[in-house]
């Protein structure tokens, strides 16, 4: 709905609010060890902190963040799966599952196996499954089916905004070719944590897969120290994600955690071993103490009350009116206290209660919708600023039906007036008939 210029905003209300980078003095950002790093809020993705975030790296096992997010997204937890000759593609000196050829386990256990002791054995074994269940081909080679899945994994990524990342395979065991950016890789983790599933996983400290069945079954334990109490690395507020090493991607971390409604994806690539956690921990903590999520406006929303006139009798004199749309985001806590609040309401509509003018009477809250209104109808607008930037603005929506008073009933004095002539004209025109009925009656002539 359009305003004219004249419109009145009839409130406005400071609250205490936070937005990035628009005022107040930067917070001191963390020293990290890492060579490629990057702190992300996880709803909004807006980016905290970056360094060399866009510079081509190894992601050594966090690649497997992929492979588990497309087992969520394409497969049934519960689905039984056999272990194949997949196995015997992977490295010698892997992390392992200690899967062996034969065994089998759902699906949904694999993923523990996958993001725990981080088991390439699970990830080939959950590449081949997926693979010869979306080419339709359940004989298909171990070869083929980690080629198809290749596939998979890149068209995903693509499709998610990695636009320099490439892999060519699923457990990030290094290759020349299998690359990624730190920025890429916040992008893959944020997707996956909108997954409760994976969110259970990646927190779990340690687990025992019940549905394995096989030689060599065992518990597994999360490499993630972070979230392992009883070690010097452990942080509470930590929500998982998943490490990685090689020789040539060094020591990384994709760490997640969430504190006070904010949830937060730190990536730390090529550091070393002590580093990954220290430098994992320097993010979370920067982000948590300078950055907060606010919800400003939740869609239907009360936001006001507002007076009515010209409405019928048996009517409401007063209205509410909701927001039509929501808004929340990650602020930044140095701009606190600097947001707006403004209702607008459409003058068209609006009908001051007395004699003091539309500016003092909005001042003074002496203002009133006119009747009809419609339930659902736009009558104005909430905006959000901060120093004259608006940041949101949403309608304002009635939120029920106002029938008009009836025309006869809109003027007491007009009323009475019309009553009495509408009187007048009858007892007029009763004696009118009365006298033609008495000079057309019998013997009456003249």
């Not at 609250?15 to 702190?39: H, M, S, V």
């Not at 799966?81 to 000196?93: F, H, M, W, Y």
């Not at 006139?309 to 206290?337: H, I, K």
């Amino acid at each position: 709905m359009k305003f004219k210029h004249k419109n009145i905003i009839i409130a406005v209300l400071v609250i205490i609010c936070f937005l990035p980078g628009l005022a107040g003095a930067k917070a001191q950002e963390p020293q990290t060890e890492a060579q490629a790093a990057i702190l992300i809020e996880q709803v909004s993705g807006t980016v905290l902190y970056a360094k060399d975030a866009y510079r081509r790296m190894y992601p050594a096992s966090t690649t497997k963040i992929l492979t588990a997010l497309l087992a969520v997204e394409t497969a049934d937890m519960d689905a039984l799966v056999t272990v194949g000759p997949e196995i015997n593609l992977v490295s010698k000196g892997s992390s392992l599952a200690r899967l062996s050829v034969g065994d089998t386990i759902t699906l949904r256990d694999l993923i523990y196996g996958l993001m725990l002791p981080s088991g390439n054995d699970a990830a080939y074994t959950i590449a081949a499954y997926l693979a010869r269940r979306q080419s339709g081909n359940p004989d298909l080679s171990a070869p083929e089916a980690i080629k198809v899945f290749v596939d998979m994994m890149n068209a995903r990524a693509r499709k998610l905004g990695a636009k320099d990342t490439h892999f060519t395979g699923p457990d990030g065991f290094h290759a020349a070719d299998h690359y990624t950016t730190a920025y890429d890789l916040s992008l893959l983790a944020r997707e996956a944590m909108r997954h409760p599933f994976i969110r259970t996983v990646v927190s779990t400290a340690d687990y025992t897969p019940d549905s394995w069945k096989g030689s060599n079954t065992c518990s597994w334990k999360n490499n993630n120290l972070l979230i392992h109490s009883l070690n010097d690395f452990y942080y509470p507020a930590a929500t998982g994600l998943k490490t990685g090493y090689t020789g040539q991607a060094g020591f990384c971390l994709i760490s997640s955690g969430s504190s006070n409604a904010l949830d937060l994806i730190a990536v730390c690539l090529k550091t070393s071993e002590a580093g990954r956690w220290s430098d994992a921990k320097a993010l979370l903590d920067y982000g948590f103490a300078n950055y907060t999520w606010l919800q400003l406006v939740k869609a239907k929303e009360a936001i006001h009350t507002v007076s009515i006139t010209n409405g019928d009798y048996g009517q409401p004199d007063a209205v509410m009116l909701t927001a039509a749309e929501g808004f929340a985001g990650v602020f930044a806590q140095e701009d606190a206290g600097r947001i707006k609040k403004e209702i607008v309401i459409d003058n068209n509509l609006l009908e001051t209660k007395n004699s003091l003018g539309e500016a003092a009477a909005a001042a003074q809250g002496e203002y009133a919708l006119r009747a009809p209104l419609s339930k659902g109808q736009v009558v104005g607008q909430v905006k959000f600023t901060l120093g004259g930037r608006e940041l949101f603005s949403a309608d304002l929506i009635v939120t029920a039906d106002v029938a008009p008073r009836p025309w006869w009933r809109t003027t007491p004095a007009l009323t009475i007036i019309v009553c009495g002539l509408i009187f007048v004209a009858a007892i007029t025109a009763l004696s009118i008939r009365r006298r033609r009925k008495t000079e057309l009656a019998p013997g009456n002539s003249h």
